[in-house]
């Protein structure tokens, strides 16, 4: 396993442990972390193959949780490799950064992997209602009721923390 992604991808991690996507100013640092990170990834994925299924994983993470469809599409191509190779997490991945490109370009999502706040509650994006839960499985995603559910003890964990 490559340490520096493994490294890159435990900062993003810890960067997104509490509340920091919901005070403008510790968003706006973590965003240039993030930004700075994508940067490393890219130059390291330029200079050096990735031989380790999990490298794979870390670097779509990094980009997975990017700006951009083209940030998206990348995750979704390293998470594919990774899971060419077997990585069981890079499944879900894959199918995460294809939802992230779809709602990046507005539309439905496929898997229901995504969440976003309205009005001060955490609600799954707008699902593709033609996706099936067999569909999901295939990609290691939970059927749509558990993703549903989700969002509800998302909630109740970070909102009742909150106050």
């Known amino acids: 396993m490559h340490r520096e992604l493994q490294t890159l991808f435990e900062q993003d991690q810890a960067d997104r442990k509490g509340f920091a996507c919901f005070d403008p100013y510790q ?3 973590m965003l240039r972390r993030d ?10 994925l330029a200079s050096e193959p990735l031989l380790d299924p ?3 994983f870390h670097a779509a993470m990094i980009f997975q949780l990017g700006e ?7 995750a979704h191509t390293l ?4 899971a060419k190779q077997g990585y069981p997490a890079c499944f879900c991945l894959m ?3 294809y939802d992230r490109t779809l709602m990046s370009q507005r539309h439905a999502q496929k898997y229901g992997t995504q969440y976003i706040i309205r009005e001060r509650r955490w609600t799954l994006y707008d699902v593709d209602p033609t996706t099936t839960d067999a569909q999901r499985a295939r990609w290691n995603v939970p059927p749509l009721a558990q ?3 989700r969002a509800e ?3 109740q964990t970070i909102f009742s923390a909150a106050i």
């Open 27 to 29: 968003r706006q640092r």
């Open 79 to 82: 998470a594919y490799k990774g």
């Open 95 to 97: 199918a995460a950064a």
């Open 147 to 149: 993703c549903l559910q």
């Open 153 to 155: 003890e998302m909630n």
């Open 35 to 44: 930004g700075a990170r994508r940067q490393r990834v890219e130059a390291l």
């Open 54 to 56: 999990e490298d794979y």
């Open 68 to 74: 951009t469809a083209e940030h998206f599409l990348l």
